[in-house]
């Protein structure tokens, strides 16, 4: 039986703590702890928000920094971007939280051959590293919404099967990319396999290029996927990523139970 955990992205504001509390008294399962603009929380921090999860039974997950590009021209700018990764799996290990999600990189001048080896390799530094610290976290690179940046669905089930990272599915992203069709079907054949999976959700506006913006979840489509997820039997987090994040985990929630 697949298991599906529900819960925002952020806070909502509130902070951590009181973000961790409201998700438990919503009847939600998960939160994602957000490091968009940088790692700025500490390990005792972490380990405080960790143990008060860990208390009431809620899955947390990060997001790391915003700014990465893994296959950059500059590597400057490589090491960097480890860096802030690297930074969001200490905090990540000391909160309990299993997965650590970002979006890897962008093709810039690079063939997707190209780009995907010049990832594969980030990701394998980046896990000897990790296994080194003996932090409990996954790397889960994020299902990515423009055409310019690396991360469709099957390149990152390749890099999953290829470095047993883990993957972030946002299905909006998925959807965004191509011109706001998606075929679940084929999406969820490649992805049941990979053994440690977490998901973005949320209504999107998009253009010819991709994402633009985020805005609430349409019921109706929320149903769509966890019809599917239900079907192949996915064990799967869903964070929402709508501006009404909380109250549209509340409806997913309900959703989910009357099907
Ligand atoms: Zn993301």
Known sequence: MAKILIGPAGSSG???VEGVKKV??????AMEVEFTYGVNMSNATAK????LA???GISLSVHAPYYINLSSEEKAKISASK??????CERAHYLGAKYV???PAY???????????IVKEAMIDMQKHIKEKKWDVVLCPETTGKGSQFGDVDELARLSDETGCGVCVDFAHVYARNNGKIDYDAVCKKIKHIKVLTAHFSG???TAKGERAHKPTEPERIKELLKYLLKYGISIRIINESPQQLKDSVVTKQILGKL
């Open 101 to 103: 999600v970002f979006h």
């Open 107 to 117: 093709y810039g001048k690079l063939s997707k051959e190209e780009c995907y080896k």
């Open 204 to 206: 999107i506006i998009f």
């Open 24 to 29: 438990k008294e919503l009847g939600l399962d």
């Open 48 to 51: 405080e928000v960790g143990e």
């Open 14 to 16: 509130l902070g951590n």
């Open 83 to 88: 860096k802030r990764i690297l930074d969001s």
């Open 54 to 56: 860990k208390n009431l």
